[in-house]
């Protein structure tokens, strides 16, 4: 059975930090690209991050370069989303994607991230 599970969302106050995980099982991980993505009140499901199999590459969104960092361990079966310097405008649910480069796409049930004072 595949999971993807986050955990590590909260409530921060601006400019504090968060990280997320995703431990990921049922599939055979490092073939994989693993991204998170994230969802607004009101808003569409957006892209934040995801890193290729094999880390071969890394991208972000232009509004969390700088701020927000991407690893993955696949010994663990583990994604990470590092979040610094949060702002109110990073309120959102983030969930976690797997896709194979083919016909399969995973999605967790999300973690929510609130930012403020």
């Known amino acids: 059975q595949v999971q993807l599970v986050e955990s590590g969302g909260g409530l921060v106050q601006p400019g504090g930090s968060l990280r997320l995980s995703c431990a990921a099982s049922?599939?055979?991980?490092?073939?994989?690209?693993m991204s998170w993505y994230r969802q607004a009140p009101g808003k569409e499901r957006e892209f934040v991050a995801g890193?290729?199999?094999?880390?071969?590459?890394?991208e972000y969104r232009d509004a969390v370069k700088g701020r927000f960092t991407s690893d993955r361990d696949n010994a663990q079966n583990t994604v990470y989303l590092e979040m610094h310097l949060l702002k109110p405008a990073d309120t959102a649910v983030y969930y976690c994607?797997?896709?194979?480069?083919?016909?399969?796409?995973?999605w967790g049930q999300g973690t929510q991230v609130t930012v403020s004072s």
């Open positions: 994607h797997a896709w194979n480069y083919s016909q399969h796409v995973y």
């Open positions: 049922g599939f055979v991980f490092s073939g994989y690209a």
């Open positions: 890193i290729r199999r094999a880390d071969t590459g890394i």
